[in-house]
């Protein structure tokens, strides 16, 4: 079972460079999001989507974009990137509703310089 | 500002000792879950509550959510080292987001 996979394990931007981040999962679900994990912050939610070509906005949504072309993929886009987006980045999905688990990717490492 | 707040953030003990993580909101959630997180490794669920009142035991582990569905807290039972690790709380508002607090780290010494 692959559950939700993230692409790259590991990356390293300079500022002001771009990349995406992939993500994908094979369960079916509807609702697909995309948290950063900081040191004392929790995970703080970026862009969620609640089925294919819906989007909306987290928390800290300012410096990133996603799109939901299908159901199984979710890519989350640095469009340039800054020191502050250092951080670990999770993927995650679940069944749109009351109460249901979600699933994590095993997370992305970023480090912007 | 957190939508949620987690106390405290760290916690060191020792093996057989007994404790309580908090977790609190001003704002009511349609759930509560709790998630345990290792190094390297993306958030596991742990339980869900979804009732006012509502008590959950897994094993050493009791859940509680709290009367006006604002709070919740985790209390471990005789804490063994496989129990160290951020133990995460996240209430779903609006059917379509999740928010989770900073975390609790668990260090359980043998």
């Known amino acids: 079972n692959a559950g939700v996979t993230q692409t790259p394990k590991f990356q390293v931007l300079k500022t002001g460079q771009s990349m995406t981040l992939q993500c994908a999962q094979d369960?079916?679900?509807?609702?697909m999001s995309w948290y950063r994990q900081d040191p004392g912050m929790g995970l703080r939610l970026i862009h969620y989507?609640?089925?294919?070509?819906?989007?909306d906005q987290g928390e800290v949504p300012n410096g990133y974009n996603v799109s939901r072309s299908t159901t199984e993929d979710f890519p989350l886009r640095l469009l340039s990137a800054a020191p502050s987006q250092t951080s670990v980045y999770f993927c995650?999905?679940?069944?749109?509703?009351?109460?249901?688990?979600?699933?994590f990717g095993e997370g992305s490492w970023l480090t912007v310089v | 500002t957190q939508l949620l707040e987690q106390s405290p953030q760290f916690l060191s003990i020792q093996e057989g000792e007994n404790l309580t993580v908090y977790c609190n909101s001003s704002?009511?959630?349609?759930?509560l879950q709790w998630y345990r997180q290792e190094p390297g490794e993306g958030p596991v669920l742990l339980v869900t509550?979804?009732?006012?009142?509502e008590v959950k035991k897994l094993k050493r582990l009791t859940f509680q959510f709290g009367d006006a569905r604002k709070d919740s807290s985790l209390h471990i039972t005789a804490a063994q080292p496989g129990d160290t690790g951020l133990y995460l709380c996240?209430?779903?508002?609006?059917?379509?987001?999740?928010?989770f607090g900073s975390g609790t780290k668990l260090n359980v010494k043998p």
């Open positions: 509550v979804v009732t006012g009142g």
């Open positions: 996240a209430g779903q508002y609006n059917f379509n987001k999740f928010y």
């Open positions: 369960m079916n679900h509807e609702y």
């Open positions: 989507s609640v089925g294919a070509g819906i989007t």
């Open positions: 995650a999905s679940s069944y749109r509703g009351s109460g249901n688990t979600i699933y």
């Open positions: 704002s009511v959630f349609s759930s």
